[in-house]
């Protein structure tokens, strides 16, 4: 019980975060249109050292946002598209965002992107850097809020224990769990492959009602 009232709380939050984003005509905007994906980003540059990444050029991707870490004037972000995470640096974005204040508009970290919520839609632009660590990181100098989540994700080391609720909620399992996610990339393959087989041989796909 007390799990659903926290829940409930979380979705009345972020539903006036929404109507805020509304009153500034912001809510939903489409005019982004993200060149990359975090998969090619990290297949082509995870090799280079910072200096060769310099010279790279500018990378845009969106996805959703599945962790934020604000450290003062700066951020880091995990951001997870149809092939993956990159890390974001945000100054003031499950590829790293790096976020930086002094990069954004003036007074957009604090009033805008300090308020994202995990599970947001964000789409982000900027130049590519290793961290000390090694990681291959986007360091942000444009983003944008696509679209503003309204239900919390399942806390993210666990998302979905319970094996009756992960079929009942498929689409937040796929989401939370890459095995999930890797298991019906390869069943839509498959069935895509069997269809181009037949297709090919004149055969007739029809869909029969069963009994069940």
């Known amino acids: ?3 659903s009232v926290d829940e409930n709380k979380l979705i009345a ?23 990359h994906k975090a998969a090619e980003l990290h297949a082509q540059y995870d090799e280079l050292e910072s200096e060769a990444l310099a010279e790279a050029g500018t990378f845009s991707i969106a996805g959703r946002l599945m962790a934020k870490r604000i ?11 149809v092939s993956g995470r990159i890390q974001l640096y945000v100054v003031s974005g499950r590829m790293q965002l790096y976020v930086q204040r002094d990069a954004l508009p003036e007074g957009f970290y604090n009033s805008q992107f300090k308020h994202w919520d995990v599970g ?9 850097f290793k961290t ?14 696509l679209t503003k989540s309204l239900r919390p ?12 609720q992960r079929y009942r909620m498929r689409y937040v399992d796929l989401i939370t ?33 069963m009994m069940h």
Request: net charge neutral; proline share 4%.
């Open 132 to 145: 000390r660590t090694g990681e291959l990181t986007l360091q942000v100098n444009d983003i944008q809020l």
């Open 177 to 209: 769990n890459e095995d999930s996610r890797n298991t019906f990339k390869t069943r839509a393959k498959i069935i895509s492959v069997i269809r181009r087989f037949f297709e090919d041989r004149d055969f007739l796909e029809v869909e029969t009602p």
């Open 1 to 3: 019980m007390a799990e």
């Open 13 to 35: 939050e972020r539903r006036k975060k929404l109507s805020a984003l509304r009153e500034n005509g912001i809510a939903f905007p489409n005019q982004f249109r993200p060149q």
């Open 153 to 164: 994700l399942p806390e993210k080391f666990h998302g979905l224990a319970d094996q009756e």
């Open 120 to 128: 947001d839609i964000i789409g982000a632009a900027g130049t590519l």
């Open 71 to 81: 450290m003062g004037k700066a951020s880091f972000a995990q951001v997870q598209d």
